[in-house]
């Protein structure tokens, strides 16, 4: 039985890594890997009764992440919506290249943080279109538009699907992730940039646009404070109450919600319906919810069924040391998903042995959210730029690669010598 489930398990992964070759969306495969290996393991269990047992257990921790995401992404894309994000945009008027580099990677690391790395990356992608015109330079500046959203995201709960994955799981708290990991996420950010900042010379060639700004709509300063407002409450708001995050986010999307109503009760009907938090849901990214859904389901049929605890074993033996492993854990996020490693590893490692904000959480934190930056098919923020841009994989794996590697490699043995200090 568990042979088979692993053969399904590798089958499926394998047509989410070639998703762009096969044309085939990523959401398909692992809807159909989940249904395959829950059938395999419930026509083999001697009761049927306890694989559903398990399978209702599985559903209720997956639908606490599924939530909060499709709330945050809702907050996200209501504040678009109102045009808040230009309030941050317009602001920005560097021409130097160097100096643009920095105050777009430092700008996009911290609202990574706020937001999360996909839709900060799509953000500052669009932001490029309209400070830079020539696209072999715009390209260099995607490249480390990747990087940094994905270094932003690590250090905070709301800011990487993987951290706030083992934030909702219990194997971190919001406090002891932002102050382990944060310094790590930073030079992972440096590093590159320092090295970056040699290569590049002269001025930007802006973009005819560039100079012609519209009017900021009224009301998108308010939806920008509430929004973001709201995210960064979530965490408050589970320390307090102690209830889970979905429901902090939940909360601050009903209070926008309100606001989004208020603010728009006098526009024509029109521009209501396009502002609207109905319309707001309806440009959510619904696809990835259900690659979530269906990764998930399929990485807990692999936990249940004790595969992930044997394959713990077996790293354990062949690697030893637990810290190669979290960073060997990171590299393969680079060719592989993040989600369904982080995922692997929750079922692998009990909160029994390692508890909360255990050096092996905040480790795999900062691996997983940084490690997919090495290859542009290794993070959500990566793939989507990739289709923005048009960026071929061997270009960025020969001009971005080794700088996200070096970047990575620094942050990691930063948070190694931290540790030690620390503890």
Not at 115 to 126: G, P, R
Not at 273 to 288: E, N
Not at 388 to 408: H, P, Q, R, T
Request: net charge neutral; with cysteine.
């Amino acid at each position: 039985m568990t042979t088979l489930m692993i053969v399904i398990f590798i089958v499926g992964y394998i047509a989410i890594a070639f998703e762009h070759p096969l044309n085939l969306n990523k959401t398909a495969p692992a809807m159909l890997t989940a249904v395959f290996c829950w059938t395999v393991y419930a026509l083999n269990a001697p009761d049927s009764h306890v694989v559903v047992h398990h399978l209702r257990e599985h559903l209720g921790e997956i639908a606490e992440i599924l939530f909060f995401l499709m709330g945050a992404m809702t907050i996200v894309e209501l504040i678009d919506a109102h045009h808040g994000f230009r309030i941050v945009t317009d602001r920005i008027k560097a021409k130097n290249k160097v100096n643009l580099l920095w105050l777009l990677s430092f700008v996009t690391f911290f609202l990574s943080s706020a937001l999360d790395n996909l839709t900060t990356a799509i953000v500052m992608v669009s932001l490029l279109r309209k400070l830079i015109h020539n696209e072999d330079e715009r390209k260099f500046f995607a490249g480390m538009v990747i990087i940094a959203a994905n270094a932003g995201g690590a250090w905070s709960p709301i800011g990487d699907v993987t951290t706030t994955m083992l934030w909702i799981g219990g194997q971190i708290s919001a406090m002891a992730i932002m102050k382990m990991v944060f310094i790590p996420s930073i030079l992972c950010l440096i590093v590159p940039l320092i090295a970056l900042s040699f290569i590049m010379k002269g001025d930007i060639e802006q973009s005819k646009h560039s100079s012609h700004q519209e009017a900021i709509p009224k009301g998108s300063i308010t939806m920008l404070m509430v929004g973001v407002g709201g995210l960064i409450f979530v965490p408050v708001f589970k320390t307090v109450t102690h209830l889970p995050p979905y429901v902090g986010i939940l909360f601050a999307l009903g209070i926008l919600w309100v606001v989004s109503e208020i603010i728009d009760s006098k526009a024509d009907e029109n521009i209501r319906k396009k502002l609207s938090p109905v319309a707001a849901l309806g440009r959510i990214d619904t696809a990835s919810i259900l690659f979530f859904l269906g990764i998930l389901l399929a990485i807990g049929s692999l936990g249940v069924t004790g595969v992930l605890v044997n394959l713990a074993h077996w790293m354990n033996q062949n690697i030893g040391h637990l810290d190669l492993i979290v960073i060997a854990i990171g590299v393969a996020s680079a060719v592989i998903d993040n989600v369904p490693l982080v995922a692997a590893s929750m079922q692998m490692y009990e909160l029994s042995e390692y508890p909360i904000d255990s050096k092996l959480w905040e480790f795999m934190a900062y691996c997983a959210g940084t490690g997919g930056s090495m290859l542009i098919i290794g993070s959500a923020a990566g793939v989507a730029v990739m289709g923005m841009e048009k960026i071929e994989f061997g270009w960025y794996m020969k001009k971005i690669g080794w700088l996200a590697a070096l970047g990575y490699f620094a942050g990691a043995g930063a948070y190694l010598v931290q540790y030690a200090m620390i503890h």
